[in-house]
């Protein structure tokens, strides 16, 4: 009997350019569960899992997840947003950074979602796109909520710890951008200092009502799972009251102790409790989904 094992393939899209010229790109991967020797006889339902802020698709339990969700049956996309400022690891495109706007990470998931459909991802054959799930952690969570409220191909959708606001910033941050057209965002982990430009907050006054969170997960119909730490911060908890009572026809999961990451950190050790149960209330909700 044929064993089954997780075939795992990279891609590459091209993004278009900064003002500068310099190119941009979505550097993701591709998970399935395989049998040796053999084609899936039934394709599989897709799930896009898109990094918060500071993130990206080799963070921590990124690929831990991805492949917990590949053995449980998915087609599994991890992806870079092309300005997140990493090429391969610790934020090696820094400059890159400075210039990710909202506005930037919904073009990069619309072209990785255009390229699912267009079938030029790897292993497109496996991948049941009437089935297109999204998962987002973080600030990934509250532009999944944007990008599912204007893209009806998406049929069911998570938040792992999502933002609730488009503006990650405090009123005394964006003085400072908006006076000297960049500020700078610590990375505790790296002791980076991150640029953050002026144009992230024209990004933000262009698109005032298209990037109210709260108002977009108002309106969404599909299933909604949001998952949220009580251990997460005060800001984030404080926006996740606002989207629970926004939206209260999307039934909310609690993880007890968990904090922003489940207790997951960077370099990847080890999985937690509180990852273990954001992974099995994430994947019961997309059984019933698929159940429907």
């Avoid at 820094?94 to 990785?112: A, H, I, M, P, Y």
């Avoid at 907050?201 to 977009?216: A, H, K, W």
Wanted: aromatic letters at 10%; a negative charge; one cysteine or more.
């Amino acid at each position: 009997m044929n064993q089954p094992f997780i075939t795992y393939e990279a891609f590459h899209l091209e993004a278009g350019h900064l003002a500068s010229g310099e190119p941009l790109q979505i550097r993701g991967d591709i998970r399935v569960l395989r049998s040796e020797g053999t084609y899936a006889k039934d394709r599989k339902p897709v799930l896009l899992i898109s990094h918060g802020f500071k993130g990206f698709k080799d963070w921590g339990f990124f690929p831990y997840i991805a492949a917990r969700f590949a053995e449980a049956g998915y087609y599994v996309a991890t992806y870079n947003f092309s300005c997140n400022g990493v090429h391969e690891s610790d934020f090696d495109e820094l400059e890159k950074f400075g210039f990710n706007t909202t506005s930037r990470e919904q073009q990069d998931l619309d072209l990785v979602l255009k390229s699912l459909l267009a079938q030029k991802l790897p292993l497109a054959e496996e991948a049941d796109t009437e089935r297109i799930y999204l998962l987002g952690h973080s600030r990934g969570g509250g532009g999944g909520i944007i990008f599912a409220a204007e893209h009806p191909e998406v049929k069911a959708l998570v938040t792992w710890n999502g933002s609730a606001y488009a503006d990650l910033f405090d009123s005394a941050f964006k003085a400072q951008v908006l006076e000297h057209g960049v500020g700078f965002v610590t990375n505790a982990r790296t002791k980076q200092e991150m640029p953050i430009r002026a144009e992230f907050y024209s990004d933000l006054e262009t698109n005032g009502n298209r990037f109210d969170i709260v108002q977009r997960l108002a309106e969404l119909t599909i299933p909604v799972l949001q998952v949220q730490g009580d251990q997460d911060s005060p800001r984030l908890l404080a926006g996740f009251e606002a989207l629970r009572t926004g939206a209260p026809q999307h039934k909310p999961v609690i993880i007890e102790g968990g904090n922003h990451t489940f207790g997951s950190i960077h370099p990847y050790r080890s999985t937690t409790p509180h990852l273990e149960e954001a992974i099995r209330v994430t994947q019961q909700f997309l059984t019933n989904v698929n159940h429907r």
